[in-house]
């Protein structure tokens, strides 16, 4: 399946802070065919760092989307059966508007300049998106972790829109053990001199702050299981310490690559954005009340969580659906064992690629009448 | 308090009762009912019953690979243990909640029925009945913790805590004020009223405060 991003452009987006975005362009891939009732569209939303490219080859490098092992023929969001579209969020650097994208006030690109965004901002767009594909209802919205938080925001949102909601490793709010992580992310970005108050582009930008904010955030994703497997205390390329501070051990050379390769991908002020949005997120708006925010909601959901992610506990989860169980919603809820920690949702899809196609089914039965 | 964790038990009433309570249970519900069932397993009867009833289907489920398998065929089961899985629920959320083959396992029975009479307008009890006259032989003749087709395991092997009997289950509806709606008793291929104390393996209970 060789697939090629598409972008849209939207005149105007108002944000919770109380500014205005125009134009604001955003890239989406769509995988599978809408039926003719229109009834099989599912939105995936994804994570912090994903993009737009969810599923399949693409045409550009040929590499295989974020969530391919999920998404194409015969696989959990199957695109014989359903209509798939992933679009990359407000704030991100992937081709839709973030703070790297030109300011036409200016002529330069955002920077600090661009306004601080939220979760139902990014909603917000996707809805935009949405609309001009002629969505009328989404069969299924969903996403881990971030995504998850953009899908619970959809069905709270849009109630009339919205058949399904499958929220994956995810919170209705982040805790602060999160924000403490999302915090010390930014702070390693903007320590890093060549940050420069966000006015980095067309130089040399933040990569040893970036590396190291994603050298913690991997962290996060695994857990301490899957790092033993994986790494141990095994050295790397040597028999013996080297007594300095060169690479010693697998997983500093782990940690090393991974934040090296994200710096080529991404971009620092759109970590800084959307790690801020993600902080902001509290589905309840601070009242406390989990049932209360879904008091309108009428979504059918699904949601999962996994043993061993410490990032976003079970608890987590267990709340949410307490909350739709008060309400007498219509919720199944599994924690799947795993332990490939928060990472669970993206690489150990065996139990939930059964439970999510089965719940995607019989959800459009009850749509089709079938 | 637990859910139905262990493999061995929920499938050996069937043995007993064939598909039978799905026969029973299903007679008793209505047409669209809300229904929730504790200790759901895999969620075949309320799969049976979202098909042949249409009612409103809910599970509760301890056992992850089981929920797993209920979701996958499109029940909506809540992985959790019965006594928490019950607490979040409005007054009268559902028209029955039903327990199937699991009341002897709870650590806190009387609490549990007090939440399902809670939770629903009725409720449909089923469970093995110690009473049963191999139940009685056994203890009587070979002085050991009985171990009968109802009850197969050794006593340091069985998930079950809580041994009551037909009797009991009617002394205890008669205290609390409960309305028994309706009761059978099953054995084998047998159902009757005769004895039934005696001669029933399985009681199910129709019940409502």
Redesign the interface.
């Known amino acids: 399946m060789v697939v090629e991003t598409q972008y849209a452009r939207f005149d105007s987006l108002s944000l919770d802070c109380g500014a205005t975005l125009s134009p604001v362009d955003v890239a989406y891939e769509t995988y599978g065919r809408l039926n003719d009732a229109r009834s099989n569209a599912i939105l995936i939303l994804h994570a912090f760092s994903g993009d737009a490219h969810a599923a399949g080859l693409s045409r550009a490098d040929g590499k295989p989307g974020w969530w391919d092992n999920m998404i194409g023929p015969g696989k959990a969001f199957d695109t014989e059966q359903y209509f798939v579209v992933c679009s990359n969020v407000l704030g991100g650097c992937r081709g839709t508007t973030g703070p790297s994208s030109i300011n036409p006030a200016t002529g330069r690109p955002y920077g600090l300049s661009f306004p601080v965004i939220t979760i139902s901002d990014m909603v917000r767009l996707q809805k935009m998106l949405v609309d001009s594909l002629g969505l009328e209802r989404l069969l299924a919205v969903c996403g881990g972790s971030m995504g998850g938080m953009q899908a619970l925001e959809w069905a709270v949102a849009y109630p009339d829109r919205v058949v399904s909601a499958i929220p994956i490793a995810t919170t209705a709010r982040s805790s602060a053990q999160q924000i403490a992580f999302n915090e010390v992310g930014r702070q390693a970005i903007m320590a890093d001199p060549d940050w420069n108050g966000g006015d980095y582009y067309g130089a040399k930008p933040p990569a040893r702050g970036l590396a190291v904010a994603r050298m913690v955030g991997h962290i996060t994703f695994m857990s301490d299981e899957s790092m033993r497997v994986k790494f141990g205390r095994r050295l790397r390329q040597k028999e013996k310490f080297g007594f300095d501070f060169s690479v010693d051990f697998e997983v500093e050379s782990y940690l090393r690559y991974r934040g090296s390769q994200f710096v080529d991908r991404f971009d620092a002020n759109s970590y800084l954005y959307i790690s801020k949005a993600m902080d902001y997120f509290d589905l309840t708006n601070g009242t406390g009340s989990l049932t209360e925010a879904f008091r309108n909601v009428r979504a059918r959901f699904l949601v999962i969580s996994f043993t061993s992610d410490w990032l976003y506990p079970s608890y987590q989860s267990v709340e949410i659906v307490n909350a739709l169980r008060a309400l007498n919603r219509d919720v199944a809820y599994c924690e799947l064992p795993s332990n490939y920690g928060h990472d669970a949702f993206l690489v150990d899809i065996g139990e939930q690629t059964e439970i999510v196609r089965g719940f995607l089914a019989s959800t459009y039965r009850m749509v089709d009448g079938a | 308090m637990k859910g139905s964790s262990d493999s061995r038990r929920r499938p050996f009433v069937r043995e007993i009762l064939g598909r039978s309570d799905f026969a029973i249970i299903g007679e008793w519900i209505e047409q669209g009912a809300r229904v929730l069932d504790l200790g759901c397993g895999e969620g075949e009867l309320l799969e049976w019953l979202a098909q042949n009833k249409q009612v ?1 289907a ?1 599970g509760i489920e301890i056992d ?1 690979r089981k ?2 398998r209920a ?10 243990d019965i006594d928490q899985g019950l607490s ?3 007054d009268e ?1 559902f028209d029955y909640i039903i327990l199937s083959q699991t009341l002897q396992e709870t650590r806190r029975p009387l609490h549990v029925l007090r939440e399902m009479l809670r939770v629903g307008r009725r409720a449909i009890v089923a469970f093995p009945n110690y009473g049963h006259w191999s139940v009685r032989l056994s203890l009587l003749l070979r002085g050991r913790a009985p171990v009968t087709r109802c009850f197969p395991y050794q006593w340091y092997d069985s998930p079950n805590i809580h041994f009551l009997t037909i009797r009991d289950f009617q002394e205890l509806a008669r205290r609390e004020a409960w309305t028994i709606e309706r009761e059978i008793f099953l054995s084998g291929h047998y159902s009757g009223r005769l004895l039934a104390n005696l001669l029933a393996e399985v009681g199910v209970f129709l019940i409502r405060k």
Request: no cysteine; glycine share 10%.
């Open positions: 409103e809910r992850s929920v797993q979701i996958a065929r499109g029940v909506s089961v809540y992985h959790g979040d629920y409005p959320s």
